[in-house]
T-cell receptor, first 113, second 109 residues
Framework: KAGVTQTPRYLIKTRGQQVTLSCSPISGHRSVSWYQQTPGQGLQFLFEYFSETQRNKGNFPGRFSGRQFSNSRSEMNVSTLELGDSALYLC????????????FGSGTQLSVL | DAKTTQPNSMESNEEEPVHLPCNHSTISGTDYIHWYRQLPSQGPEYVIHGLTSNVNNRMASLAIAEDRKSSTLILHRATLRDAAVYYCIPYSGYSTLTFGKGTMLLVSP
């Protein structure tokens, strides 16, 4: 089985721009969640989508949004980029059942200049 | 969310057992105890999880205290590939893991 695929692997943007990150979950998985990892704040939960609906949301501003398509692939969008948005963005997939393990991708490293 | 306390770092020699402790004294009755690890330049990787009794899988063993206020992840024979940051996470939700700072495990040959 192919693992979780995130594209692109690296991205450089400037302040004020917007960015879209993509995540393809493991085949058959219906839940995709997104996390932000920074040296200062560590790993923080952004949001989770299950069957095209946002099921859970973390404590991030509205500039961070996402969506999930009918094939379970997910995209995350950040608008009006700030320097502090520089981070590793990780996507995880699962079947969507409570308490089950998550499978993470290798992440997209976003640098905002 | 339950608060966890883990050592910042631990060291081990290759092929020796490693016991990684985690204190989660505020854990709720429905929280499972999950362990993930993150190798350099990779996303987190699931290791093991349990509720009350000890658990084993091909990667590790999880020993859970009777009062569930602490747990220990046991790597039976550490290898260089086990060098990573290990996270202990009390959890009972849907994909909403709350990561702490974890324990950085250093393995020497």
């Amino acid at each position: 089985k192919a693992g979780v695929t995130q594209t692109p692997r690296y991205l450089i943007k400037t302040r004020g721009q917007q960015v879209t990150l993509s995540c393809s979950p493991i085949s058959g998985h219906r839940s995709v969640s997104w996390y932000q990892q920074t040296p200062g704040q560590g790993l923080q939960f952004l949001f989770e989508y299950f069957s095209e609906t946002q099921r859970n949301k973390g404590n991030f501003p509205g500039r961070f949004s996402g969506r999930q398509f009918s094939n379970s692939r997910s995209e995350m969008n950040v608008s009006t980029l700030e320097l502090g948005d520089s981070a590793l963005y990780l996507c995880a997939s699962s079947a969507g059942v409570a308490n089950e393990k998550l499978f993470f991708g290798s992440g997209t490293q976003l640098s905002v200049l | 969310d339950a608060k966890t306390t883990q050592p910042n770092s631990m060291e081990s020699n290759e092929e020796e057992p490693v016991h990684l402790p985690c204190n989660h004294s505020t854990i709720s009755g429905t929280d499972y105890i999950h362990w993930y690890r993150q190798l350099p330049s990779q996303g987190p990787e699931y290791v093991i999880h349990g509720l009350t009794s000890n658990v084993n899988n091909r990667m590790a063993s999880l020993a859970i205290a009777e009062d569930r206020k602490s747990s220990t992840l046991i790597l039976h024979r550490a290898t260089l590939r086990d060098a990573a940051v290990y996270y202990c996470i009390p959890y009972s939700g849907y994909s909403t893991l709350t990561f702490g700072k974890g324990t950085m495990l250093l393995v020497s040959p």
